[in-house]
């Protein structure tokens, strides 16, 4: 079946960077493009953007061009998200996802000095 | 489009039927989804294509609507709904609402 596993928990400081694996199994990785979604403590869900997993193509929502970067390391059949210049408000839960019912189980960030 | 969810907070008893409503800033052409969010979980679908139930989701959920107005219904409450529900767009990019958090009265 069908399994997005997330990395662990991230303690980091403001300035660092983060980088977030989301590692797919159970089906082809690269028939299926990589979603990501941010949510902030006791709020909603927030869409970033995704990644064309065949051709290694980023598409970034608005609130999240700059310092975030997608990328892949499909012989591992991983995607990547990566946060530069950590910022308080970076502070949350990233999900990625495949499709509307497949999600990993999310990997939390503090950003704390 | 903006996705605008009401109430924020909802109290209900169990064996209620509760109505949860989401409205868009543009038509959404049916492209609505609905997700269940229990704490410290990811997000789960009940509802997708506005009234398409999602495999495995209990026939207790229901989901309706045209245009810019949708709504995710629940026949008889259950102590297990209590959890956050979000909608979710995808006719024109993609878009959650700010959820509905349920309690049980």
């Known amino acids: 079946q069908i399994q997005l596993v997330q990395s662990g928990p991230e303690l980091k400081k403001p300035g660092e960077s983060v980088k977030i694996s989301c590692k797919a199994s159970g089906y082809t990785f690269t028939n299926y493009g990589m979603y990501w979604v941010k949510q902030a403590p006791g709020q909603g869900l927030q869409y970033m953007g995704w990644?064309?997993?065949?051709?290694?193509?980023?598409t970034y929502a608005d609130d999240f061009k700059g310092r975030f970067v997608f990328f892949l390391e499909t012989s591992a059949s991983t995607a990547y998200l990566q946060i530069n210049n950590l910022k308080n408000e970076d502070m949350a839960t990233y999900f990625c996802?495949?499709?509307?019912?497949?999600w990993g189980q999310g990997a939390s960030v503090t950003v704390s000095s | 489009i903006q996705l605008t969810q009401s109430p924020s907070l909802l109290s209900a008893s169990v064996g209620d039927r509760v109505t949860l409503s989401c409205k868009g800033s543009q038509n959404i052409n049916n492209y609505l989804a609905w997700y269940q969010q229990k704490l410290g979980e990811a997000p789960k679908l009940l509802i997708y294509?506005?009234?398409s139930l999602q495999t495995g989701i209990p026939s207790r959920f229901s989901g309706s609507g045209s245009g810019t107005d949708y709504t995710l219904t629940i026949s008889s409450l259950q102590p297990e709904d209590v959890a956050t529900y979000f909608c979710?767009?995808?006719?024109?990019?993609?878009?959650f609402g700010s959820g509905t958090k349920l309690e049980i009265k």
């Open positions: 996802a495949i499709t509307m019912d497949a």
């Open positions: 979710y767009q995808y006719n024109n990019g993609y878009t």
């Open positions: 990644i064309n997993t065949e051709t290694g193509k980023p």
């Open positions: 294509n506005t009234n």
